[in-house]
């Protein structure tokens, strides 16, 4: 039932996350405001979304139960449906999107929570890999729904209603948990007890979603705007996409049993890089459509394989809290950073500063690497 719930509250967040890129030039057009003035609300709603993962998994979930951390959010989530169906300027707007963030902030983290507490290893790795999985199909569907809703000339709002409806749903099944609370046995570690090798993970966290949050915010906006798709069109740009990352994902969840993280994420990111040199070269439709296929291959299952690799060194929730914090610190730069040089350098600008940021993750996992050999190298040695 565990497993169900983390499904299920991954499912929304993939969701909604999904729907976000989608209704930004409907959005805009419907208050008067730019494109990139609703990109940057994105950056408010990742912050309160970043505090509120720190605060669910440090304070609310070791205190109370499941189902009383995601009552919370459901009532959190009614307040921002008001505020999203009443917005009418940009400040009104990014009232919305606090409210949505820290909503989606809560049931994120408690996804996360209840399978890094229950499983080890590359177990762990698997199943982290599949609780992404779907992530990726909530964010296939949403585009294309949010599509269908917004050609058929329907508020832009009303695309955000059906994910917080399958929260909802996990929601009452949270309700059927025991009421055990998903402490992990490990000792609890202060920041400075941490080996440097998790702060190098949580770097790496970071430039995943630099690169990530800032491909997928304007990539609708490239479809529209750039290769002159209708809005269809270019939602369908974002589900294949999102399709993609959840074939990866589910492979993933295979191959992590066999694979060691480190190599994965190495060899996805060169993945990842062909896909944006591809991308940067695309004249048409199919070629769109094959380069983000290739990109969301390569960026498929990089995340949760850092964090099983961050959370190897202890389970506590301070560690996690602290791993998942630093991820969620993209998708607040991310959408200030790329408004800026998307502004500047178009297209070409923002998927350049894309490939900066995964050469930067390619080194620091590569210096892990090489430091994880030389320590077994030299452990042999001192054992011969």
């Known amino acids: 039932m565990a497993r169900l719930l983390a499904y299920l509250n991954i499912f929304f967040h993939g969701a909604l996350c999904g729907m976000l890129a989608v209704v930004v030039t409907s959005c805009a057009q419907a208050l008067g405001i730019e494109n990139s003035d609703v990109v940057s609300t994105f950056a408010v709603f990742s912050l309160a979304s970043t505090a509120m993962i720190h605060i669910n998994t440090s304070f609310l979930l070791p205190r109370y139960r499941v189902g009383q951390v995601l009552t919370l959010a459901s009532l959190i989530f009614l307040v921002s449906i008001f505020l999203f169906m009443t917005c009418s300027d940009k400040t009104s707007l990014t009232w919305a999107f606090l409210s949505l963030g820290l909503g989606l902030g809560m049931g994120f983290s408690t996804a996360n929570y209840l399978l890094v507490s229950r499983y080890e290893g590359r177990e762990r790795s698997s199943k982290l890999a599949l609780m992404t999985f779907f992530y990726c199909v909530g964010a296939t569907l949403s585009p294309a729904i949010g599509g269908q809703i917004l050609s058929r000339s329907l508020p832009w709002q009303y695309s955000l209603l059906w994910p917080i409806a399958i929260f909802w749903l996990g929601n009452l099944v949270s309700f059927w948990l025991p009421a055990k609370r998903y402490e992990s046995s490990a000792a609890k570690r202060a920041y400075g007890a941490w080996p440097r090798e998790v702060y190098l993970v949580a770097l790496s966290l970071f430039l995943f979603s630099l690169a990530e949050i800032s ?170």
């Open 215 to 384: 491909f997928t915010s304007w990539l609708n906006v490239d479809g529209e705007e750039v290769m002159k798709l209708g809005v269809e069109d270019a939602a369908y740009l974002a589900s294949v996409f999102w399709f993609v990352v959840g074939v990866g994902r589910y492979s993933a969840s295979r191959v992590l049993l066999r694979v060691p993280d480190k190599t994965f994420v190495l060899f996805s990111c060169l993945i990842a890089v062909l896909g944006f040199l591809f991308y940067i070269r695309v004249s048409t439709y199919g070629l769109a459509l094959l380069a983000v296929s290739i990109l969301g291959l390569g960026l498929s299952a990089v995340n949760p394989s850092l964090v099983s690799l961050g959370t190897s060194f202890s389970r506590s929730p301070g560690l996690l809290s602290f791993l998942l914090t630093a991820g969620s610190l993209g998708p607040v730069v991310a959408p200030l950073t790329s408004q800026w040089i998307y502004a500047r350098y178009g297209s070409f600008g923002n998927v350049a500063s894309c490939l900066v940021y995964l050469g930067a993750l390619v080194g620091l996992v590569s210096f892990l690497k090489t430091r994880h050999l030389g320590e077994e190298v030299t452990h042999e040695a001192n054992a011969g």
